[in-house]
């Protein structure tokens, strides 16, 4: 499975943006999926996730209430909608597939590239 994120950029505090995250096969509407983010000097850390069956979603408490994940399973795309954003929420944004234990932990069998989201104040 390819994974190919893109909706990254420069926007101001207060902001939105809405990443995308495309998957290259048919079997997609069968995984878990994830988006995490990576932010200068720090861990990856779990933004958000959305099941395959059922799509229920499950968030980070730095994020709940700004940030929502969805999925399209006829364009075998994930959505990550992240409204009201804030400086601290400048990172590199990456998409997963597959999760191999729980989905708010970063071991996943597919990782996009990830994609820059610069936030200013």
């Known amino acids: 499975v390819q994974l190919v994120e893109c909706g990254g950029g420069l926007v101001q505090a207060g902001g939105s943006l809405r990443l995308s995250c495309a998957a290259s096969?048919?079997?997609?509407?069968?995984?878990?999926m994830g988006w995490f983010r990576r932010a200068p000097g720090k861990e990856r850390e779990f933004v958000a996730g959305?099941?395959?069956?059922?799509?229920?979603?499950v968030y980070a408490d730095s994020v709940k209430g700004r940030f929502t994940i969805s999925r399209d399973n006829a364009e075998n795309t994930v959505y990550l909608q992240m409204n009201s954003l804030k400086p601290e929420d400048t990172a590199i944004y990456y998409c997963?597939?597959?999760?191999?234990?729980?989905?708010?932990?970063?071991?996943?069998?597919?990782w996009g590239q990830g994609t820059l989201v610069t936030v200013s104040s």
């Open positions: 997963a597939a597959d999760p191999r234990l729980d989905v708010r932990r970063p071991i996943y069998n597919y």
């Open positions: 096969r048919r079997t997609f509407s069968s995984y878990h």
């Open positions: 959305v099941m395959w069956r059922g799509g229920s979603t």
